[in-house]
C-alpha cells in the first residue's frame, strides 16, 4: 500500500489525520477509557480504578506500528493494545489493572472505535459539503438566467440555464448533505455485547453498563448488539456514496464544461496547479479530476462495506475485518473530493459569452421543437414535425442558419410570420420552467441551513 505516494494527491492531510493509525488508536482508548467510567458509574468496579485506567488511556504513550504488528497473530489490533493498556495501567495500581477491557470483547473496542473515527470524520466532510453548498447557491443565484446549451448524451438538446445546471448540483449536494448529517447525529452507536453478545461476564449490570457506555461517548444506544448487524456503517456508506454521487456529478460536469472547444468555465487558478509533464501550454481541471476519481472509489469501497453486511452467526469471520481500511479510505477520499469540489465551486470561473456562442453554434437547431409546437397549432403535429425536421436536415447539410430555412418553407410562411418564426427561434423564450426550478432549489437551500 503506497499511501504515503498516492494519498496525499486525493486527501488533504487533515483527512489522512483524521482517519489515520493514530486517530483509530486513540478512538479504542477512548472506548477503553469510557468503559471503565460506565461500568464505575454502576458500581462493577472501584471510580479509582476507573480513573486510573482513563489516565493511561493516553494515545502517545502507545505506538500504531507496534500494535498493528501485534495484532496480526490476534486478527485484530485490541488484544496487543489491551496487554500494552493493562501493563501501562498495572505500573499505577495492579487492581486496576484486573478491571481493563473488563466484559468486552474485541469488536466492542472496534466497532467503537470505528463510530468515533467516523463522528470526527464525517464532521469534516459536512463542514466541506456547507461550503459547496454556499457555492453552489451562489452560482445558482448569480447565473439564474445566464443561458447555455443543455445537453442530452453529450449532445446540444434544448437551450437551458447555467442557473438551471448549478441548481441541480445544489439540490444533489443538499440531500447528500442531509443524509450525511442524519448518520452523524443519529446513526452512531456504541457497540458492547461481550463474547457471545449476551454481556453475561457483566451480569445484571450488563445493560446498564451498555447505558452508561454510550452516554459517556455521546454516541447512541443500541438496542440489542450489532456484532452480525452491520446496519449502521452501511448507513455511513449509503451516505459517502450520496456525497461521492453528487461531488462526482458537478466534477465531470466541470470537466467537460472546461474543454478547450466548449470553455465555459474554468477552474480557479493556483501556483503550478493543472499543468503537463509534456505540453507547457495545457492547464488542465486537476481539482475536478481528483475529486471525480476519490467520488469513483468511496462508490467502490461504499460497495465492501456494504458486501460487509452478511456475517456469521454472532461473529463475522472475515466480513467485519474488511470494513476497518475500506472505512478509513472512503472517509478520507470523500473528504478529499469534498475539499477539491469546494475549491472549484467557490472559485469557478463562469464565461457567459462562450455559452451563448455554443448556444448558437447550431444556428438555431435547438429551437427546432418549438418552432414544430407552434406550427403545429395551425397545421397540425404530423405535418409541422414533417417540415421542420426537413428544414433542420438542410440546415444541418447546407449550413444554411434553420430561420433561413423556414423561411424559404413556403407552406410554413402561410401560417407563420417572419416575426413568429423569430420568436420561435428565440432561446429566451424557450427555458419553460428554467427559472422557476432555480427559485425552488434557492428557497430549499434557504430553509434548509444547518
Known amino acids: ?54 489516565s493511561c488511556c493516553d494515545v502517545d504513550r502507545f505506538d500504531p ?8 497473530a490476534k486478527g485484530n489490533p485490541v488484544p496487543p493494545l489491551v496487554r500494552a493498556l493493562t501493563e501501562a495501567v498495572s505500573r499505577v495500581s495492579e487492581d486496576a489493572a484486573s ?104 451480569g445484571p449490570a450488563g445493560t446498564r453498563v451498555l447505558s452508561e457506555f454510550a452516554r459517556e461517548l455521546d454516541l447512541v444506544e443500541p438496542v440489542v448488539p450489532w456484532h452480525t448487524d452491520r446496519v449502521r456503517v452501511s448507513d455511513i456508506a449509503g451516505a459517502l456514496s450520496l456525497v461521492a454521487g453528487a461531488l462526482g456529478k458537478i466534477s465531470q460536469d466541470v470537466i467537460l464544461m472546461a474543454q478547450t472547444e466548449v470553455g465555459e468555465v474554468a477552474e480557479p487558478a493556483g501556483e503550478g496547479r493543472g499543468g503537463s509533464s509534456t505540453l507547457p501550454h495545457k492547464q488542465n481541471p486537476i481539482l475536478s479530476v481528483t475529486a471525480a476519481a476519490g467520488a469513483r472509489r468511496v462508490l467502490d469501497l461504499a460497495h465492501t462495506l456494504q458486501a460487509a453486511m452478511v456475517g456469521e452467526h454472532e461473529r ?80 444541418l447539410e447546407g449550413g444554411k442558419p434553420l430561420r433561413e430555412e423556414l423561411l424559404s418553407e413556403p407552406r410554413l410562411g402561410e401560417v407563420l410570420s417572419e416575426e413568429e418564426i423569430d420568436a420561435a427561434l428565440d432561446p429566451a423564450g424557450y427555458l419553460g420552467s428554467a427559472g422557476e426550478f432555480v427559485d425552488r432549489a434557492l428557497k430549499l437551500y434557504r430553509e434548509e441551513e444547518i
Open 99 to 202: 478491571h481493563v477491557h473488563k466484559g468486552a470483547t474485541s469488536q466492542d473496542i472496534m466497532d467503537t472505535a470505528a463510530m468515533l473515527v467516523s463522528r470526527h470524520a464525517l464532521g469534516l466532510i459536512l463542514n466541506e459539503v456547507e461550503g459547496i453548498a454556499a457555492a453552489c447557491a451562489r452560482l445558482t443565484d448569480t447565473n439564474r438566467d445566464t443561458m447555455m446549451p443543455g445537453r442530452t448524451l453529450l449532445q446540444q438538446a434544448l437551450p437551458t440555464t447555467f442557473g438551471l445546471k448549478a441548481a441541480g448540483w445544489l439540490v444533489s449536494v443538499l440531500e447528500a448533505r442531509d443524509r450525511l448529517f442524519a448518520v452523524r447525529e443519529w446513526g452512531l452507536a456504541v457497540q458492547l455485547g461481550g463474547a457471545g453478545g449476551t454481556l453475561a461476564s457483566l
Open 1 to 54: 500500500m503506497a499511501g504515503e505516494l498516492f494519498r496525499p494527491i486525493f486527501v488533504p492531510d487533515e483527512f489522512r489525520e483524521a482517519v489515520s493509525g493514530r486517530a483509530w488508536l486513540r478512538a479504542m482508548l477512548d472506548a477503553e477509557g469510557a468503559l471503565a467510567m460506565a461500568q464505575a458509574r454502576t458500581g462493577l468496579i472501584p471510580r479509582q480504578a476507573a480513573e486510573i485506567i482513563v
Open 316 to 395: 463475522a469471520a472475515g466480513a467485519w475485518h474488511s470494513e476497518w481500511e475500506a472505512l478509513s479510505d472512503a472517509l478520507a477520499l470523500a473528504g478529499g473530493a469534498a475539499a477539491a469540489v469546494r475549491e472549484v465551486t467557490e472559485g469557478l470561473e463562469v464565461y457567459p459569452e462562450k455559452m451563448l456562442e455554443n448556444l448558437n453554434a447550431t444556428r438555431g437547431l435547438l429551437l427546432a421543437e418549438n418552432v414544430t409546437t407552434v406550427a403545429a397549432q395551425h397545421l397540425g403535429r404530423l405535418e409541422a414535425h414533417d417540415l421542420v425536421e426537413e428544414a433542420s436536415h438542410r440546415t
Open 65 to 72: 506500528e507496534e500494535i498493528g504488528r501485534k495484532g496480526r
